[in-house]
C-alpha cells in the first residue's frame, strides 16, 4: 500500500541525487475517488499536483474515452433499428456501454424497452471506463494514426452468418477518433519538488491491463534519464501485464523493479493485523511471493518499505532482513511521506545501482502459444496456481478466437487484486489451489484477449462506507475530504 506515493518518493529521491527523473502516472478514475480506494496523486510531501484536480475529472480525458464508448454503443442500436444492413446477430452483441463511476446496479441491465421505437430490446450491461477497450486502445496507441486503426478494428458483434463486426464496419471509428484526438496527448504535471510527471489514461490492474499510456512512456524517456512508472495493484496484475502486454507493445526493456511493502500489510496477509514480529514474519511469506515473481521475468527487485506512524524499528529491521534473504537486491525505508525527496534519497540510490546491472528481462510465455497455455503459464508461473480449470464458455471462445486468428494475442487477466488466487479471501501466499477462467473476450482493438476468473466483475460497486461521504464543501468553498 502507498504505491502511488512511493512512486512520486522515488522520483523526488532521484532528483535529490542528482538524476534528471520523468513520473510516468495513471488518471484517477471517479469510481475508487469515492469508492474505498480514494485518490490517486501520492500524499503527504510525496504528490504530484494539483491534487484536487488531478482526482476530479482533471483534462477530462476518462469523460471523452466514455463517450466514444458510447458513441458506439449508441451507433450499433441504431444499425439494428434502421434495416441492419450488416445483418447482425442482436443475440452476438458483445459491446457494453461504460460509466466513470461503481454502480452494481448497472453491471446487467435491458435495453429497447418502451416499443419499436427504443431499439431492439436485449440484455447488456454497463462495465466501469477504465475498464473498456477505448480506454485500453487509448493506452497503447502510439498515435493518433494507430488509434484511428485500433478503434475501427474493435469487434462488438457477429453476423448472422457468424462474421465479426468491426466499429469499422459501423462507420464509427472515425468519429470516435475525433472525440479522443486531445485525449491521446499525455497530460504534465510536476511533483511537489518540480519534477515532470506525465498523468496519463487509467486503466485499472485488476480488470484491464493497469498501467498508464504507452505514448507518456515513450515521451518520458525522450526527456530524462530515468523514468519512473508505476503499474497497479501487485507485481502479479499491474507489472505482469506491463512486461507481458505493454512492454511487447512498445518495444520496451525494463531495467528494475521497486516493490512496495508495508508493515501493515504484511500483517494483514498473516491474519493478524494487531500482531508484532511474528506478523510481520508470518506475512512476509507474501513478499517471497512477489519477490519469486520478479525474478521469473529476470529482473532485479528493491523493496521500498513505505513507513507508516506506528511502525516500529525493529518491524522495519525484520522486513528489510527477510527481503534480503528472499532474493532482493536491496530493501530500503521511504520517509518521503513526512520527509519529501530526502527521505528516498537512499532508496533511489539503490534503485539505480539495481538498474545499472545487467539484466535478463524476459516475458512468462511466448505469443505464439496457445491462448489456453497462455493463460496457464501466468497462473502457475506468476500466481503460483497448480493450474487453470476453463469453464465450458471460457473453452469455447478460445476454440472460436483461434478459428478466427486471435490465438497468438497476449492475455489480460481480470482476477482479484486482493488475493495471489482468484478468491479475494485469501491471503498470504496460498498453494494449492487452481484458477476458474468463467469466460474470455476478444478486444481486438488494442490486441489481447481478456480472460476473467472467478467472480471478477468489470463494474465495481460501492461499499457501505464509501470515500464520497467525507467530501464536501468547506465555508470557503474549498473542497475537503479528498485523500
Keep these: 500500500e502507498g504505491k502511488t506515493t512511493t512512486s512520486v518518493s522515488l522520483t523526488q529521491g532521484l532528483g535529490v541525487i542528482g538524476r534528471s527523473p520523468v513520473l510516468c502516472l495513471r488518471e484517477a478514475s471517479l469510481g475508487p475517488v469515492f469508492g474505498i480506494k480514494g485518490g490517486a496523486a501520492g500524499g503527504g510531501y510525496a504528490q504530484v499536483v494539483p491534487m484536487e484536480d488531478l482526482n476530479l475529472h482533471f483534462t477530462g480525458d476518462i469523460h471523452a474515452i466514455g463517450a466514444a464508448n458510447n458513441l458506439l454503443a449508441a451507433m450499433l442500436e441504431a444499425h439494428l433499428l434502421h434495416g441492419n444492413a450488416l445483418g447482425i446477430d442482436p443475440l452476438t452483441v458483445s459491446w457494453r456501454r461504460c460509466v466513470d463511476i461503481n454502480d452494481r446496479a448497472l453491471r446487467e441491465v435491458v435495453v429497447g424497452l418502451g416499443g419499436k421505437a427504443n431499439g431492439y430490446v436485449r440484455q447488456t450491461g454497463f462495465d466501469i471506463t477504465a475498464a473498456s477497450e477505448v480506454m485500453a486502445i487509448v493506452a497503447v496507441a502510439r498515435d493518433v494514426f494507430d488509434l484511428r486503426e485500433r478503434l475501427g478494428a474493435i469487434t462488438v458483434a457477429q453476423t448472422f452468418d457468424g462474421e465479426p463486426v468491426t466499429a469499422e464496419d459501423l462507420k464509427a471509428g472515425g468519429a470516435m477518433t475525433v472525440l479522443l484526438k486531445d485525449a491521446i496527448k499525455p497530460n504534465l504535471v510536476q511533483t511537489l519538488e518540480g519534477q515532470p510527471a506525465f498523468v496519463h489514461c487509467g486503466p485499472f490492474a485488476n480488470i484491464a491491463h493497469g498501467n498508464n499510456s504507452l505514448v507518456a512512456d515513450r515521451v518520458a524517456l525522450k526527456l530524462g534519464d530515468v523514468v519512473v512508472t508505476e503499474s497497479g495493484f501487485g507485481s502479479d496484475m499491474g507489472m505482469e501485464k506491463f512486461f507481458d502486454i505493454v512492454c511487447r507493445a512498445g518495444g520496451l526493456r525494463p531495467n528494475a523493479v521497486v516493490l512496495v511493502a508495508s508493515l501493515r500489510a504484511l500483517k494483514h496477509h498473516a491474519g493478524n493485523p494487531d500482531g508484532g514480529l511474528d506478523a510481520v514474519e508470518a506475512g512476509a511469506a507474501n513478499l517471497a511471493r512477489h519477490l519469486g515473481i ?58 539505480m545501482d539495481a538498474a545499472e546491472l545487467e539484466s535478463s528481462f524476459d516475458y512468462v510465455y511466448p505469443l505464439e502459444a496457445p491462448l489456453e497455455e497462455k493463460i496457464e503459464a501466468i497462473a502457475r508461473r506468476v500466481y503460483g496456481a497448480d493450474g487453470v480449470d476453463l469453464l465450458p464458455a471460457a473453452r469455447q471462445k478460445a476454440r472460436v478466437f483461434a478459428d478466427a486468428g486471435l490465438g497468438g494475442l497476449p492475455v489480460c487477466m481480470a482476477k482479484t487484486h486482493l488475493s495471489l488466487t482468484h478468491d479475494p479471501a485469501v491471503a498470504g501466499a496460498p498453494t494449492g489451489f487452481t484458477v476458474p477462467v468463467r469466460d474470455l473476450r476478444a478486444y481486438t482493438g488494442a490486441g489481447w484477449v481478456v480472460a476473467l476468473c472467478g467472480d471478477m466483475q468489470t463494474m465495481p460497486g460501492l461499499g457501505r462506507t464509501p470515500a464520497a461521504f467525507n467530501v464536501d464543501i468547506d465555508e470557503q468553498g474549498r473542497t475537503v475530504g479528498l485523500f
Design 294 to 351: 520478479v525474478a521469473e521475468f529476470g529482473l532485479r527487485a528493491v523493496v521500498a518499505v513505505n513507513r507508516f506512524p506506528g511502525d516500529t524499528e525493529e518491524e522495519i529491521g525484520l522486513v528489510r532482513r527477510l527481503a534480503l534473504e528472499f532474493g532482493a537486491h536491496a530493501a530500503e525505508v521511504n520517509d518521503a511521506f513526512e520527509q519529501g525527496g530526502a527521505g528516498a534519497a537512499t532508496l533511489a540510490e539503490a534503485v
